[in-house]
Structure formats: C-alpha cells, structure tokens
C-alpha cells in the first residue's frame, strides 16, 4: 500500500470509531439521564429496565404474530419433468468389486447323500433330503409315470390346478397310516405349519411347544396368538413339569385349552420324538 492508500485507511477508521464512540456516549447518556429514570409504586426504574422492558414487549408482539407461509402452488408439467431429469437414484447396495464375485456350486447330478459339483463327487451336507429318497429309483418310476399322464407344470398346489384323484388318494393313505378319519394335503411344509397351527390355536390358548422345533412351527405358533410355553428339548420330565407348572400357577387352565406341540423327527438334529411318553398326555 502506497501513502496514500494508508492515509484514506486511516481517515475511514477514525471516522468508524468516533460514530461508535458518539452512538455508545448517546447511548450511555439516554440511560443515565435523570428524565429516563422514573419511581413506579416507590421503587426507582433506571434507563436499562426501560429499554429491556421495551424488547420485552416487542418480542411478545413478534411471537403472538402468525407465521408467514408464501401460498402453495402445483408444479407444472415442465417443472414435474425437469425434477425428473435432475434425480439421480441412490444404488440399493455397494458396488459390487472383483473379490465380491463368484461362481456359485453347479450340481451336475441329484441332490443325494453324494451329489457330483463341477465334475467332482462330493458328500452332500446342504441337503434337506432327511429320508435319502431324492434319486431312488421307485421314486423315479412313480414320477415319469405321473408325468406322462399329468404332464407338469410350474407347480401343482390345488389352488391353481384343482384336486385330482392323486390327490385324494394320498389323503386316504395318509389317514389310513396315522388311523385319522381323513387327512388334508399341503403342497409346502411351511404352509402347512402357517395354516394348521393357526387353525386349531387361538388367542388365549396355551400351547406347550418342543424347544427344539424348526423355524416353520415357531412362527405357525407365533401367528396363532397364543400363549406359548417351550419345554426342554425331548425331555418328557421337563414336559411334565411344565404342564404341572401352568395347571398350578394359572386357576383358569383347566378351563383353556391346552396343546402340546412336537415333531415327529426333529428338523435340527433328527432324533425321533418319544411319542410312548406322550401318549400318557
């Protein structure tokens, strides 16, 4: 900076300083002056109560005003389509990088207690095949006759290709083997569990439920309402001291209606219920 730019610097800031020192002294000189100062009921206002009161009242004014909101309008056709354009969709995922990438297990054969992946047999422990019936040859034979007298489809629950006469013979197998009067076939096991659990429970029931059953039973029990009470895993002592428990500890149970609820062959560790045991119950 030359002289002369010091110079008018120097000219403007004293002028900026001597307005603020005349606007603090007028200031000063307001609140102190004898005329500011008043006596209301004995007590003595000074300048500074009358100006805080001051921004007391204008601040009330302000917050009882309504609040300002410019009137809505609807967008036009061409503004809709220019926010269109403008949007950029966020990605659901990450970016999917090289190590992420790979090539899945192709079964080159039936998926059976050995199944061959990539031309190589291996012992297969991804399987839900518990009876090791996947491959056996009557199977095959019954299936390549259905089919070539049914034909086949996407899938073949009733609801979407009606009952047909394998249907109700299977049923009459079944209830013929379990000594029911009749049977109802699903076409999924998980469905069976959504729907039947549901149907014979309800809200204010006491179910006395395996601690060890599968994902399906648990949430056909879930979805039921009803009140449920899980028993040590297989353990008929344990049973029985639960069904004591909720007769003694709840004076309405003899009036509910009470199930006890198990697998056959548990899903998770294939191991026959003791259905002697229960037989007693």
Not at 101 to 115: F, M
Not at 230 to 243: A, D, G, I
Request: net charge negative; proline share 4%; hydrophobic share 40%.
């Amino acid at each position: 900076m030359d002289a002369t730019q010091i110079a008018i610097w120097n000219t403007t800031t004293e002028a900026v300083m001597n307005m603020v020192k005349s606007a603090s002294d007028w200031i000063t000189f307001a609140i102190d002056a004898p005329s500011a100062r008043t006596v209301v009921f004995g007590v003595h206002i000074g300048g500074h109560l009358f100006v805080e009161g001051l921004l007391f009242v204008v601040i009330l004014f302000l917050l009882s005003q309504k609040s300002y909101k410019p009137p809505k309008r609807p967008l036009t056709d061409k503004e809709i389509d220019e926010l269109c354009d403008e949007w950029v969709p966020e990605s659901l995922i990450p970016p999917i990088t090289e190590d992420m990438k790979c090539e899945p297990p192709v079964l080159e054969s039936a998926a059976g207690t050995h199944t061959v992946i990539n031309g190589k047999e291996v012992v297969n422990f991804a399987s839900a095949n518990y009876l090791g019936i996947i491959g056996h040859e009557k199977l095959l034979e019954s299936c390549t006759t259905s089919l070539e007298k049914y034909g086949v489809g996407s899938c073949g629950p009733r609801g979407f290709y009606g009952t047909i006469d394998v249907h109700l013979d299977c049923e009459a197998k079944i209830a013929k083997f379990l000594g029911t009067p009749d049977s109802i076939l699903y076409s999924y096991g998980l469905s069976t569990m959504f729907s039947a659990i549901p149907a014979f429970c309800k809200k204010g029931d006491i179910v006395i439920a395996d601690e060890g059953v599968n994902w399906g039973i648990q949430n056909g029990l879930f979805l039921s309402r009803s009140t449920i009470i899980y028993f040590k895993h297989n353990n008929m002592e344990s049973l029985q001291n639960t069904l004591e428990k909720v007769t003694r500890d709840n004076k309405r149970a003899k009036k509910l209606r009470r199930y006890i609820v198990v697998e056959a062959v548990y899903q998770q560790c294939i191991i026959l219920t003791s259905t002697s045991h229960l037989m007693v119950y």
